[in-house]
């Protein structure tokens, strides 16, 4: 199937009992048998359950895999991941990340005895000189929240796997989603989604997903779920499977939307900086064309006033975009990095990012983009 085709009929079937074309809500969290252990593929809900498995086996179809999970929350499927790792093993990950990445990463896994190296991503020397016997992960986020950044999927796996072929590569496709790269075909292990943005749509719903294509990887992951037991539940699963279907179309729009907004920001006379993948400055621009189909629908920018009361000025002042958190809605939403999504991470680590009171972040909708720009437009007035 073609990609479009895949977001409404990937991995599905229709429920065999009744033939809902939709898969039903199993609000349930035991199941009958007929003799102990004797059943119709379904014991108890933290292991399996048929809404959940519908969601699953959509995951890994829209990301090419053979393996989904569906988790409650990002942040709980990254902890799956890092779960497969034992004390003294090292990771390596990039230097600009989504702060609850960060803060799981230094403040919990840290303690237990795993070795964190940050590193820039845009140059994969920079991963492959921090190769040692003792590395088992490479985490990568591309783009990066918030700068936008990007690294070489293929290039860094490849160079990674070439050093040590017991490396996993781990990607955060959030940003991104199935519809723009597919890392597994990349060359990455395990994709990571926080499910609760774009593949959701809809800011009803918190979930984290993992795919893989590896048999044994996936066994483990699978252990590790449900042993751990953060799983998501049926209505979340019925409700992230409704916005997958619906994914193609949205991201058109937010890919039509973002590319305006970023132009437009670009060429005004109160923004210093714009970072959006689909700008011919961006620095990585041309590895944006070779592994993206299109530049997504986030874009961050800087105020040329540093001050944060002019942030602030600014983003009180929008009316369509939202002040919130979150991302990936079909709504257009506004945050501020340094005091929301990166408020755990210690001030001097957001200023060697370039995370500073400037920085504001947009999550481009899918509303008419002739109001968005005169949204923009009047709120930096007020700056």
Not at 47 to 61: M, V, W
Not at 152 to 180: C, E, G, R
Not at 315 to 344: C, D, Q, R, W, Y
Request: charged letters at 20%; a negative charge; proline letters at 3%.
């Amino acid at each position: 199937m073609k990609f479009n085709t895949k977001t409404i009929h990937g991995g599905q079937k229709h429920e065999e009992a009744t033939g809902a074309v939709m898969t039903p809500i199993f609000q349930t969290s035991t199941f009958a048998q007929s003799s102990p252990g004797v059943h119709k593929g379904y014991e108890y809900g933290r292991g399996t359950n048929p809404t959940r498995t519908a969601l699953e086996n959509a995951f890994a179809a829209i990301e090419n895999g053979t393996h989904g999970f569906a988790f409650a929350s990002g942040l709980a499927a990254i902890d799956c991941v890092l779960r497969t790792l034992n004390p003294g093993d090292e990771v390596i990950a990039g230097d600009d990340l989504y702060g609850g990445t960060y803060r799981m990463f230094k403040k919990l896994f840290q303690k237990y005895g795993l070795k964190f190296h940050f590193v820039d991503m845009d140059d994969v020397v920079n991963v492959t000189n921090k190769i040692t016997e003792s590395t088992k992960l490479i985490w990568i986020e591309t783009p990066t929240n918030p700068l936008m950044k990007i690294a070489d999927i293929q290039k860094i796996a490849s160079a990674s796997k070439d050093k040590n072929s017991a490396i996993l590569v781990a990607v955060d496709n959030t940003f991104a989603t199935p519809y723009l790269q597919r890392p597994l075909d990349l060359g990455a292990d395990i994709v990571m989604h926080s499910v609760t943005k774009y593949l959701g749509g809809h800011s009803d719903l918190l979930m984290g997903a993992l795919m893989v294509k590896d048999e044994t990887l996936a066994e483990e992951l699978h252990f590790i779920q449900f042993a751990a037991g953060a799983i998501a539940g049926p209505m979340d699963s019925f409700l992230a499977l409704r916005g997958i279907k619906t994914l193609h179309l949205r991201m058109q729009r937010h890919c039509e939307n973002g590319k305006i907004v970023a132009d437009f920001l670009q060429n005004h006379f109160k923004v210093s900086n714009v970072y959006y993948p689909g700008l011919e400055n961006h620095p990585n621009h041309k590895i944006v064309k070779k592994q993206m189909n299109d530049f997504g629908g986030m874009v961050t920018f800087r105020l040329k006033d540093k001050n944060k009361e002019a942030a602030l000025r600014f983003l009180e002042n929008t009316k369509i975009f939202t002040l919130a958190e979150s991302l990936g809605g079909v709504e257009s939403l506004v945050s501020h990095p340094i005091s929301m999504s990166h408020a755990s991470v210690p001030d001097d680590e957001c200023e060697k990012m370039g995370i500073t009171n400037s920085l504001i972040r947009l999550s481009v909708g899918v509303e008419d983009v002739a109001d968005l720009l005169v949204d923009l437009e009047q709120a930096l007035e007020k700056v």
